[in-house]
């Protein structure tokens, strides 16, 4: 059965668009429709109260389609919720519908077939966005209890990360499989630059909530098995392990580097934009097997480097630094 009481907001610049669609929505029984007539009004009513589906227009003044959904994707991430979003288009070639998938669409409605697709189409983003938002909401409470397990040595109370102690553990186990039975260890440390600059500018809780965004955008980023740790006040650190040696290298990481670097922030206090550096550590028998402090004391001389130089450095404990432009 359907939810009748799904938040649904749709966006058009055509007042007579948004009352077609609104009112096909209604007459099928769905009671929680509200209308915006262009994005900024969308995104302002989207603040006061979430939505599960929005519906909006390609093509529109002042922000298209496209970029709402960048806005609605960046508020979902700060309100840990997930918007369903379905765009009407008229455009049907496939690098269009590419572009669209690889920036957060969701789904589409021709707009010759509107009529036809409109209430199945949402049917069916009411089941997704709600499995979404169930999973989100469970995650929020593992969250949390790992929080209150203050006993433990191994958690990041304020992200609910591993800390430090963690990911000590994590390499090691992850060294001795690649001396055991081949491959390379990868340790990948993570440094916010401008940190102790954004410090100053805001506020405990705003850099609070920052340090937990930074989490949860990399734990998106990362490869289902990697460790991902906070093993500072602004560094992350992801242990990963490569059964072939050669696929160790920093392109096996450039989307941790560009998600971090090319996309802000939401929080309370707005967006806020970070400027991260990056060092890949990695460990093979070939080049002999270091320990744990060896594999750390080289990553954070490859951080300071990184910073520098503003590369993604990768460095080895056992062979001369070298960098890699990206």
């Known amino acids: 059965m359907p939810n009748l009481d799904l938040p649904i907001l749709v966006v058009d610049d055509a007042k007579f668009s948004s009352t077609v669609v609104s009112r096909t929505l209604r007459n099928a029984g769905y009671r929680d429709v509200r209308v915006a007539n262009n994005a ?46 379905i765009l009407l288009t008229a455009r049907e070639s496939v690098e269009a519908l590419s572009e669209a998938f690889d920036r957060g669409v969701d789904d589409f409605i021709y707009k ?97 909530e920052l340090a937990v965004g930074v989490g949860r955008r990399l734990s998106h980023l990362i490869r289902p098995m990697d460790a991902l740790c906070r093993v500072g006040d602004n560094q992350y650190a992801i242990v990963a392990h490569f059964t072939h040696g050669d696929h160790c290298t920093t ?3 450039r989307r941790l580097f560009d ?23 990695k460990a093979d028998v070939q080049h002999g097997t270091p320990g744990v402090q060896e594999v750390e004391r080289t990553a954070v001389q490859g951080l300071v480097d990184a910073y520098e130089t503003r590369r993604f450095t990768e460095v080895s404990p056992s062979i001369s630094a070298g960098e890699l432009s990206i």
Request: hydrophobic share 40%.
């Open 40 to 85: 900024p009004a969308a995104l302002t009513l989207t603040e006061q109260r979430p939505v599960s589906v929005l519906i909006a227009d390609w093509l529109m003044p002042e922000m298209d389609g496209l970029q709402l959904t960048d806005r609605v994707r960046q508020q979902d991430e700060q309100a840990n919720h997930y918007t369903y979003v």
């Open 112 to 208: 010759s077939d509107m009529s036809k697709q409109l209430i199945s189409r949402v049917f069916a983003a009411d089941r997704m966005a709600d499995r979404q938002n169930t999973l989100l909401t469970a995650n929020s409470l593992l969250v949390e209890n790992n929080r209150e397990l203050e006993a433990s040595a191994i958690i990041d109370l304020e992200t609910g990360l591993g800390n430090n102690h963690y990911a000590r553990e994590r390499l090691a186990k992850s060294l001795r499989q690649a001396e055991a039975r081949g491959g390379a260890s990868a340790y990948v440390l993570i440094g916010i630059r401008n940190w102790q600059a954004l410090k100053r500018q805001h506020s405990a809780a705003t850099m609070s």
């Open 259 to 281: 998600g971090i670097n090319h996309k802000a922030f939401k929080t309370t206090a707005g967006y806020i934009s970070v400027e991260a550096g990056m060092a890949l550590c």
């Open 251 to 253: 392109a096996a990481f």
